[in-house]
């Protein structure tokens, strides 16, 4: 049966009040300490490193995400570790949480569609991500600025802002997964514990089942070339299915120049090639392209996954 | 007189079990109806599906002239509803709770604060607007709850078990707004299971049992169907060897004995004056001689426990 009033009604009153909360919340107090103690700790150890060479690199800018110096990891390394666990922090009680307190059948009888409530929530929690990245890119350059006495090129705000926007959709990937398992499970903690258990899964488990399924699939035989490249290119094909996987890609693409290919490349196609030149940040963008539509279009399938649960569910409590 | 909520064979099927089987239901302008029944029997499936949030598996509602499985939106803008076990944001005030249904409803931000405070005011809460909803009683919830219901100025109300898990007072005080409502023309429909406090309030009642409505109308004319006699008489006497004299006056349908000094009669008319003519005709001191409004609850378990209904 056709509906009539726009899906969109309320979705306004929603996201203002889902925004609100979680920029109030104890839960994203803490992980927003920890975040921001964990940049400027990565930022400092970095910076110790790059004031010897700031006069030689022209993308000193974006070394900042990726220099680790031992014992601490970079950056990157951090920010992998936090932003799916901010994102489902964000997410894994968005729906449940609303039947639990029995909000969710006085919401509804609001004139509003269930449409307007989840996508309220989702970019609500989009936003509140996208605040916080922006805040810590901001403190991380400024505090470059600061360390290391000089302003970053256009090419390295290009950059930055391409980070940004992977990161954001990175998030975006475990904001939506974290919120299906919460329109699937009436327990917040079950939710929880079902979102860590993907997150840690592809984290941990992925590499090591790709290579033992890449090896059983595309068996090296005899030795040949083209098997170990057939098997190499399996191996990627299957790591890319991971988010994780996506999202490296494209950071290594957009955080170095000097990255001309995110697979195996043969000596034969580096022929005329200036190794070590950087690339435009367009060519770079376009290096790293499929990953990141991989990433967008992930998001939208477990958005709609999400919500076509959501649909179905009874209202009553 | 226009129907503000009709039902023509509504039905609604969870796999195969049926929670409610073809009802038809109208509701007039300026009444107060009463869904009754046991818990299970439809009474919120059948609320969900008067507010679209929850499609018939066949037939049809109307609301105020609108299908609500059509244009939900805007049946949903014009009726309130009180879930029942309402809850609320509990780390909020009760004005912030509101301002999320008022943003909700599209109102503007002038409108939205002048309502709240009239709303609030008029439920006894505007003391404790400013206090996290958390720390409230059960039957302060309930009353911002029906706060929330008139925030956005409604035709109907409908309002699910308002006044189930509160104590006699805040019962007592809540059913006295439910009838201020009806006094400002709102048409409330009215689910519960508790008897006495719907014949207190409502001008007709409906019988729900698996999913049917199987009584309708007024509380008279339901005890007229289900008792066979309206009038219940008591009476009191020191004496015996009446139960051919009470039983042979004009009108009395049937004669119980309670105890030796106590009758019950249920007649079709009031004939207290034939009664006591024969009473004391008959030479037994009468020592008292009353009428009896027939309760709701005495229809209900007449009716359901009758051994027509047997589950």
Same mark, same amino acid.
């Given at each position: 049966?056709?509906?009539?009033?726009?899906?969109?009604?309320?979705?306004?009153?929603?996201?203002?009040?889902?925004?609100?909360?979680?920029?109030?919340?104890?839960?994203?107090?803490?992980?927003?300490?920890?975040?921001?103690?964990?940049?400027?700790?990565?930022?400092?150890?970095?910076?110790?490193?790059?004031?010897?060479?700031?006069?030689?690199?022209?993308?000193?800018?974006?070394?900042?995400?990726?220099?680790?110096?031992?014992? @601490?990891?970079?950056?990157?390394? !951090?920010?992998? =570790?936090?932003?799916?666990?901010?994102?489902? %922090? &964000? +997410?894994?009680? *968005? /729906?449940?949480?609303?039947?639990?307190?029995?909000?969710?059948?006085?919401?509804?009888?609001?004139?509003?569609?269930?449409?307007?409530?989840?996508?309220?929530?989702?970019?609500?929690?989009?936003?509140?991500?996208?605040?916080?990245?922006?805040?810590?890119?901001?403190?991380?350059?400024?505090?470059?600025?600061?360390?290391?006495?000089?302003?970053?090129?256009?090419?390295?705000?290009?950059?930055?802002?391409?980070?940004?926007?992977?990161?954001?959709?990175?998030?975006?990937?475990? @904001?939506?997964?974290?919120?299906? !398992?919460?329109? =699937?499970?009436?327990?917040?903690?079950?939710? %929880? &514990? +079902?979102?860590? *258990? /993907?997150?840690?899964?592809?984290?941990?488990?992925?590499?090591?089942?790709?290579?033992?399924?890449?090896?059983?699939?595309?068996?090296?035989?005899?030795?040949?070339?083209?098997?170990?490249?057939?098997?190499?290119?399996?191996?990627?094909?299957?790591?890319?299915?991971?988010?994780?996987?996506?999202?490296?890609?494209?950071?290594?693409?957009?955080?170095?120049?000097?990255?001309?290919?995110?697979?195996?490349?043969?000596?034969?196609?580096?022929?005329?090639?200036?190794?070590?030149?950087?690339?435009?940040?367009?060519?770079?963008?376009? =290096?790293?392209?499929?990953?990141?539509?991989?990433?967008? +279009?992930?998001?939208?399938?477990?958005?709609?996954?999400?919500?076509?649960?959501?649909?179905?569910?009874?209202?009553?409590? | 007189?226009?129907?503000?909520?009709?039902?023509?064979?509504?039905?609604?099927?969870?796999?195969?079990?049926?929670?409610?089987?073809?009802?038809?239901?109208?509701?007039?302008?300026?009444?107060?109806?009463?869904?009754?029944?046991?818990?299970?029997?439809?009474?919120?499936?059948?609320?969900?599906?008067?507010?679209?949030?929850?499609?018939?598996?066949?037939?049809?509602?109307?609301?105020?002239?609108?299908?609500?499985?059509?244009?939900?939106?805007?049946?949903?803008?014009?009726?309130?509803?009180?879930?029942?076990?309402?809850?609320?944001?509990?780390?909020?005030?009760?004005?912030?709770?509101?301002?999320?249904?008022?943003?909700?409803?599209?109102?503007?931000?002038?409108?939205?604060?002048?309502?709240?405070?009239?709303?609030?005011?008029?439920?006894?809460?505007?003391?404790?607007?400013?206090?996290?909803?958390?720390?409230?009683?059960?039957?302060?919830?309930?009353?911002?709850?029906?706060?929330?219901?008139?925030?956005?100025?409604?035709?109907?109300?409908?309002?699910?078990?308002?006044?189930?898990?509160?104590?006699?007072?805040?019962?007592?005080?809540?059913?006295?707004?439910?009838?201020?409502?009806?006094?400002?023309?709102?048409?409330?429909?009215?689910?519960?299971?508790?008897?006495?406090?719907?014949?207190?309030?409502?001008?007709?009642?409906?019988?729900?049992?698996?999913?049917?409505?199987?009584?309708?109308?007024?509380?008279?004319?339901?005890?007229?169907?289900?008792?066979?006699?309206?009038?219940?008489?008591?009476?009191?006497?020191?004496?015996?060897?009446?139960?051919?004299?009470?039983?042979?006056?004009?009108?009395?349908?049937?004669?119980?004995?309670?105890?030796?000094?106590?009758?019950?009669?249920?007649?079709?008319?009031?004939?207290?004056?034939?009664?006591?003519?024969?009473?004391?005709?008959?030479?037994?001191?009468?020592?008292?001689?009353?009428?009896?409004?027939?309760?709701?609850?005495?229809?209900?378990?007449?009716?359901?426990?009758?051994?027509?209904?047997?589950?």
């Amino acid at each position: 049966m056709r509906r009539e009033g726009s899906p969109w009604t309320g979705i306004g009153a929603v996201f203002f009040k889902e925004l609100a909360d979680h920029l109030s919340s104890t839960r994203m107090l803490i992980l927003e300490g920890l975040t921001f103690i964990m940049a400027l700790i990565a930022v400092f150890t970095a910076t110790q490193t790059l004031t010897q060479t700031v006069g030689e690199d022209p993308f000193i800018f974006l070394k900042l995400f990726t220099t680790d110096r031992d014992p @601490l990891p970079s950056f990157l390394f !951090f920010l992998g =570790l936090l932003i799916p666990l901010t994102a489902i %922090a &964000l +997410a894994f009680d *968005a /729906v449940n949480s609303e039947h639990n307190r029995r909000t969710l059948s006085r919401v509804l009888a609001q004139p509003i569609y269930r449409d307007a409530l989840l996508l309220g929530k989702f970019l609500a929690g989009l936003a509140t991500m996208a605040i916080m990245l922006a805040a810590l890119w901001l403190l991380i350059t400024g505090l470059g600025i600061f360390r290391l006495g000089v302003v970053p090129s256009g090419e390295e705000v290009a950059r930055g802002l391409l980070f940004l926007l992977a990161t954001l959709a990175y998030a975006g990937v475990w @904001l939506g997964l974290a919120m299906g !398992f919460s329109v =699937l499970y009436r327990q917040p903690a079950t939710s %929880a &514990l +079902a979102t860590l *258990a /993907v997150w840690l899964f592809f984290a941990v488990f992925w590499n090591i089942i790709t290579q033992i399924v890449a090896q059983a699939i595309r068996p090296i035989e005899y030795g040949f070339q083209e098997e170990q490249l057939r098997q190499i290119q399996m191996q990627l094909f299957l790591s890319r299915l991971s988010p994780n996987t996506l999202y490296t890609e494209v950071l290594l693409a957009i955080l170095n120049p000097a990255q001309r290919a995110l697979g195996p490349v043969l000596v034969t196609q580096l022929e005329g090639a200036i190794m070590g030149t950087p690339l435009p940040w367009f060519d770079s963008l376009l =290096l790293a392209w499929p990953q990141l539509i991989g990433m967008v +279009a992930t998001v939208i399938l477990l958005f709609a996954w999400a919500y076509v649960n959501f649909q179905r569910q009874e209202v009553r409590a | 007189m226009s129907a503000v909520i009709e039902t023509t064979n509504l039905t609604k099927h969870y796999g195969p079990v049926v929670a409610v089987d073809n009802l038809n239901l109208t509701l007039q302008e300026g009444e107060v109806f009463g869904l009754l029944g046991p818990n299970g029997s439809g009474k919120t499936t059948t609320i969900l599906m008067l507010l679209g949030l929850a499609e018939p598996t066949s037939g049809e509602a109307r609301v105020l002239g609108v299908d609500p499985a059509r244009r939900p939106l805007e049946v949903k803008r014009r009726v309130g509803y009180l879930p029942d076990s309402v809850g609320f944001y509990d780390d909020l005030t009760a004005t912030e709770n509101l301002g999320y249904i008022a943003r909700l409803n599209g109102l503007s931000w002038q409108e939205t604060g002048r309502r709240t405070v009239d709303v609030l005011a008029r439920m006894g809460l505007a003391d404790v607007s400013e206090r996290r909803v958390g720390t409230y009683s059960r039957g302060m919830r309930q009353r911002l709850g029906l706060a929330e219901v008139l925030l956005k100025q409604p035709q109907v109300a409908i309002l699910d078990e308002p006044t189930l898990g509160l104590d006699p007072e805040a019962a007592h005080e809540f059913l006295r707004l439910i009838l201020d409502l009806k006094r400002d023309g709102l048409v409330v429909l009215l689910s519960s299971h508790l008897l006495h406090q719907v014949q207190a309030v409502c001008d007709r009642v409906g019988l729900f049992h698996k999913g049917q409505m199987v009584l309708e109308g007024t509380v008279e004319t339901l005890a007229d169907q289900v008792l066979g006699g309206a009038y219940r008489i008591k009476l009191e006497v020191s004496g015996d060897g009446l139960g051919d004299t009470l039983s042979g006056t004009p009108g009395v349908v049937n004669v119980t004995r309670e105890d030796a000094r106590i009758y019950r009669l249920e007649a079709k008319s009031d004939c207290r004056a034939e009664i006591a003519r024969r009473v004391v005709a008959k030479g037994v001191p009468l020592l008292s001689l009353s009428l009896e409004r027939p309760s709701l609850d005495e229809v209900y378990t007449r009716h359901f426990h009758g051994g027509q209904y047997e589950a």
